[in-house]
T-cell receptor
């Protein structure tokens, strides 16, 4: 079955620790995105990658880092520099060759809680 | 600054009622408007609207865009408890050579049996 997977589903972290969230897709999509969702707010773009070995900062990239070494994988690292990391994190991908967002496929999300 | 505003923020109705959710926007380089339904986890795509006045329909859900007044509505008729969710509106804009999505905060819809 094709789709996007994110792991873990729930993640707890102590202050000052870095943590990496996994996002894998087997849809052969070129473009992948990381969003953060907080209560009462829309999705906010953290980073996106339109092709392997290339990625761009979104609106709230500070305190986060990404890599795109393989087409299928786009891990997000939440660093200790991120002041308020507790949130729900969503990964998404878009079919290759399409600049449109109408077919944005979302993963199930990871809920990160900083203790 | 581009922005998308949804209203109401939350809504509680009884099963069988009809609801109308609103999404207004102020953006440059508008390309399309999208509606998503988010239950417990990931949003699922509902509609993409690009042209004014053309209603998109899927079962009990329908949506229309007004590009002159800069808003869209999402209608749900004969609501069911399974319609309970957060409904997200997003506007696709062209930014330099890329496209971006500007998201609204969502409307939390609760359907009481």
């Amino acid at each position: 079955d094709g789709g996007i997977t994110q792991s873990p589903k729930y993640l707890f972290r102590k202050e000052g620790q870095n943590v990496t969230l996994s996002c894998e897709q087997n849809l052969n999509h070129d473009a992948m995105y990381w969003y953060r969702q907080d209560p009462g707010q829309g999705l906010r773009l953290i980073y996106y990658s339109q092709i392997v070995n290339d990625f761009q900062k979104g609106d709230i990239a500070e305190g986060y880092s990404v890599s795109r070494e393989k087409k299928e994988s786009f891990p997000l690292t939440v660093t200790s520099a991120q002041k308020n990391p507790t949130a729900f994190y969503l990964c998404a991908s878009v079919p290759s060759g399409s600049p449109l967002y109408n077919e944005q496929f979302f993963g199930p999300g990871t809920r990160l809680t900083v203790l | 600054e581009d922005k998308v505003v949804q209203s109401p923020l939350s809504l509680v109705v009884h099963e069988g009622d009809t609801v109308t959710l609103n999404c207004s926007y102020e953006v440059t380089n508008f390309r399309s408007l999208l509606w998503y339904k988010q239950e417990k986890k990931a949003p699922t795509f509902l509609f993409m609207l690009t042209s004014s006045g053309i209603e998109k329909k899927s079962g009990r859900l329908s949506s229309i865009l007004d590009k002159k007044e800069l808003f869209s509505i999402l209608n749900i008729t004969a609501t069911q408890t399974g319609d309970s969710a957060v409904y997200l509106c997003a506007v696709e804009v062209k930014a330099d050579s890329n496209y971006q999505l500007i998201w609204g905060a969502g409307t939390k819809l609760i359907i009481k049996p």
